[in-house]
């Protein structure tokens, strides 16, 4: 009688939850599914992968191809592989893994977003995919219409139910709670999956999401061209790292108390962008570059940067970029003076422009530095030709409203480093901020922000860029425990930890515009902070202005919501 109204498979262990492994891991290489080639299905002994030290248990790895097909664009084979890690002992759940880049590469499916634990650890069965292509067709495929739709979101599409119906060929069941998690291109890929798979998902994890990449992609090749402005040799001569580490430390002395503690991070971070003014509080040169002052024509590219790439009559591309210390970091500059050059000039020249500008692989620098950026911007926008969809509709969420989300009950956690040289984290908190203004009320029973002071893209940087996130997000799924904050903790083996911050320091992340404020006890320790709201000046949960709306990809009705129809959020078929 205690046991009316739960179900298990007859084969769970009640007790614990735990599924093992009904079909022996070497019979799963004859599972079948329409369009799918299974290639091996092997056992994975204990220990041979591991995460912050611990051993991942024994677990069957099933690989193999979906929708083998020859383009008639440019005569190339194209398939979706993936691997599939299926735990001995099974949670129950099952985790679609979004990966980084343009993809090209299943990499290992243990699923993490960013600093996050693994799913495979907690048990879960994980997917992971190439997104369609392989790393050898990177960058070209996105001159095969098709490749680039897979990339952008139907390999999540195709991979779905191949994956529900390998898991109950293995223990006998579905899975009971599906969720999807990723980091930079993999975030988009979640936001993505949580504007149109909500019927097949129930929670998302989306950290450094570039829910909006064509625009960030164009926009450092917007900055690209003015960095070129003040550089000497290569374009990380236009700052160098003495340079950065002159402006993270005016930016520390200007913000870092804000917050309640000068502990070497800012979580005042809005409050900052108001104080901090790179012409104000760095000093000026009078005479040649030394690595103690910025020059007035420095001065001036930095602040045009950080307000954000715009075109020639100065409409906004993309977002603006928020002052943070963790600039200093090298990860930062390679997106910036690096990135630009070597990745993101061919995301837009193959994968994001209609007609595609396919540029010379061995003149990229020239590409990007003659690049009429305002012709480029209508492009990422265009349909033309067999490109029947725009890069913004088939790299974006349709819906940034995310009302099935709400309908269908699901929840969506994301985090964002202040110190993101790639995906702005004021754009994403544009987003959220239009995300209440679009529901009327208070959005965090259903998609929480929290904010990272220092991390650069998806981790590292002078940051606590560890935490319990997807813990979190599953208990606010299947418990209903909505997080009060996500707790935080440094790598001790991350190189741009400052000297004098304990290897053991955590914080607390608090929920968008709540920061953490220092109460009492030792600096170090995440247990003497507390989530309070924004101490003045407030920060504001309406509409966002102009300037901070511009990392958002449709105008503004006047109701204050944003409307993006790119089609139904459902599962596309071929």
């Known amino acids: 009688m205690l046991c009316i109204g739960l179900s298990f498979p007859a084969h769970t262990d009640v007790a614990t939850g735990i599924v093992p492994i009904v079909t022996d891991c070497a019979e799963l290489s004859e ?28 677990h069957c790895l099933v690989t193999g191809t979906m929708n083998k097909r020859l ?15 299926l735990p001995k002992n099974w949670s129950g759940q099952y985790l679609y893994q979004g990966n980084g880049g343009l993809n090209g590469k299943v990499t290992t499916a243990i ?15 994980v997917i992971s995919s190439d997104a369609g292509h392989t790393v050898s067709q990177n960058p070209t495929f996105g001159l095969d219409p098709q490749a680039r739709l897979d990339y952008g979101y ?11 119906a390998l898991i109950k060929t293995t223990y006998g069941s579905k899975p009971e709670f599906s969720y999807m998690a990723g980091s930079s291109n993999g975030g988009r890929h979640t936001m993505v999956g949580a504007s149109r798979y909500t019927k097949e998902y129930d929670g998302f994890l989306a950290v450094a999401p570039g829910f909006n990449a064509p625009q960030a992609a164009l926009a450092q090749l917007w900055g690209a061209q003015q960095w070129d402005t003040v550089a000497t040799s290569d374009l990380k001569s236009a700052l160098t790292r003495k340079e950065r580490r002159l402006i993270a430390d005016a930016i520390l002395q ?10 070497g991070m800012v979580f005042a971070s809005a409050r900052c962008q108001d104080t901090f003014d790179v012409t104000e509080h760095v000093p000026t040169c009078t005479s040649d570059r030394d690595g103690s002052c910025l020059t007035q024509k420095q001065q001036r590219v930095i602040t045009d940067v950080f307000n954000g790439a715009t075109t020639s009559d100065g ?23 690096s990135a630009s050059i070597k990745r993101h000039s061919v995301a837009v020249g193959y994968v994001y422009s209609s007609p595609p500008y396919a540029p010379n692989l061995n003149s990229l620098r020239d590409f990007v530095l003659d690049l009429d950026v305002d012709e480029a911007n209508k492009s990422i926008y265009a349909a033309f030709g067999q490109y029947g969809l725009s890069a913004m509709d088939f790299m974006t969420p349709p819906d940034l409203n995310y009302h099935n989300l709400k309908s269908s009950g699901g929840k969506m956690i994301v985090l964002h480093g202040a110190s993101d040289g790639l995906f702005s984290m004021e754009a994403t908190s544009s987003w959220y901020r239009a995300l209440h203004t679009a529901h009327g009320e208070d959005v965090s029973d259903f998609v929480q922000y929290y904010e990272v002071p220092g991390m650069t893209n ?33 790598n001790p083996a991350n190189k741009w930890l400052p000297p004098d911050w304990a290897r053991n320091r ?47 990809k449709e105008h503004a009705l006047p109701s204050g919501s944003f409307t993006i129809n790119h089609g139904p959020a459902t599962l596309h078929s071929r």
């Open 111 to 125: 699923g993490a977003a960013g600093g996050s634990e693994t799913a495979l650890e907690m048990g879960m069965a």
């Open 254 to 263: 200007q913000c870092d108390a804000l917050d309640g503690l000068a502990d």
């Open 315 to 337: 409409s906004a591309i993309y977002s603006s970029f928020p002052y943070d210390p963790g600039m200093v970091s090298d990860d930062w500059a390679s997106w910036k003076f």
């Open 31 to 58: 599972f079948e599914h329409p369009s799918t080639a299974i290639t091996s299905a092997t056992t994975v002994p204990s220990g041979t992968l591991s995460h912050r030290g611990k051993a991942i248990a024994e």
């Open 506 to 552: 955590s914080r607390p992340l608090c929920p968008y515009p709540e920061l953490a404020f220092y109460t009492a006890g030792d600096p170090e320790d995440a247990t003497s902070f507390e989530c309070q709201a924004a101490k003045e000046p407030a920060l504001n949960t309406q509409l966002p202005s102009k300037k901070s709306l511009s990392g958002l």
């Open 458 to 490: 998806t981790r590292g940087g002078p940051a606590t860029d560890q935490h319990n996130s997807l813990t979190a997000l599953i208990n606010w799924v299947e418990h209903g425990i909505q997080p009060e904050s996500l707790h935080a903790w440094v």
């Open 154 to 164: 139907q390999a999540t599409a195709t991979l779905t139910p191949m994956a529900k």
């Open 71 to 85: 383009s008639h664009v440019d005569g190339q084979e194209y398939a979706i592989s993936f691997e599939m890690r």
